[in-house]
């Protein structure tokens, strides 16, 4: 079963607009991840929070973690065309394995 | 840098049939990584390599083997391909000196199997 799980799974928006994407996880976590994909792309990491962190920041991006609701939020602020992608949580247990457990994503469309 | 590079973009193999996935990378990372991605279900971690020589199994390791016989190349090998391994397949590697680490994901490979 999947560690991570986004919400909404699918987001429409206006551009300029924000758009609030979710994840929710099942167990305790070292870090977590965001990473974003254009359509026929790879993978792009967008931001990294810690799980001592609450809030992090980069450019137009907020991500925000509580360990106790075991849930991550990642705000795109002023949205753009080119924000149109799919947004997915990684989850990093911390066990040794150094490998992500990925959710099944958010589709993003940003209308112009 | 070329970051992490896979060869082919694309195959269609018929069932039985076997192939090798090639991944490179040219940033020196330790770490290596196989993932699937099936619609609707995000990735899954196939297998996964912490260096030169060294394999594991990730979450769905049956019917794929795995090689990592130099540091900057993991080797992907179906042996006898099935329908449900059609797939979008991608590599990632990253560091291993860091806490924290983020991965770096190759282009993908579209695998129809018959």
């Known amino acids: 079963s999947q560690q991570g799980e986004e919400d909404p799974q699918a987001l429409s928006i206006q551009e300029g607009e924000n758009a609030t994407m979710n994840c929710s996880y099942k167990?305790?976590?070292?870090?977590l991840q965001w990473y974003r994909q254009n359509s026929g792309r790879g993978l792009v990491h967008l931001i990294l929070?810690?799980?001592?962190?609450r809030e992090k920041h980069s450019g137009r991006l907020r991500v925000t973690l509580d360990t106790s609701k075991k849930s991550s939020s990642l705000l795109i602020t002023a949205s753009r065309a080119a924000d149109t992608a799919s947004y997915f949580c990684?989850?990093?247990?911390?066990?040794?394995?150094?490998?992500?457990?990925f959710g099944s994503g958010t589709r993003l469309q940003v209308q112009p | 840098n070329a970051g992490v590079t896979q060869t082919p973009k694309f195959r269609v193999l018929k069932t039985g049939q076997s192939m090798t996935l090639l991944c490179a990378q040219d940033?020196?990372?330790?770490?290596m990584y196989w993932y699937r991605q099936d619609p609707g279900m995000g990735l899954r971690l196939i297998h996964y390599?912490?260096?030169?020589?060294?394999?594991a199994k990730g979450e769905v390791p049956d019917g794929y083997n795995v090689s990592r016989l130099k540091k900057q190349n993991f080797l992907l090998g179906l042996e006898s391909a099935a329908p449900s391994q059609t797939s979008v397949y991608f590599c990632?590697?990253?560091?291993?000196?860091?806490?924290?680490?983020?991965?770096?994901f190759g282009p993908g490979t579209r695998l129809t199997v018959t």
């Open positions: 990632a590697s990253s560091y291993k000196r860091q806490e924290n680490y983020e991965q770096y």
């Open positions: 167990t305790s976590i070292n870090n």
């Open positions: 929070i810690r799980s001592n962190e």
């Open positions: 990684a989850t990093d247990l911390g066990t040794g394995r150094r490998a992500l457990t």
């Open positions: 940033m020196n990372h330790e770490y």
């Open positions: 390599s912490v260096g030169e020589g060294t394999t």
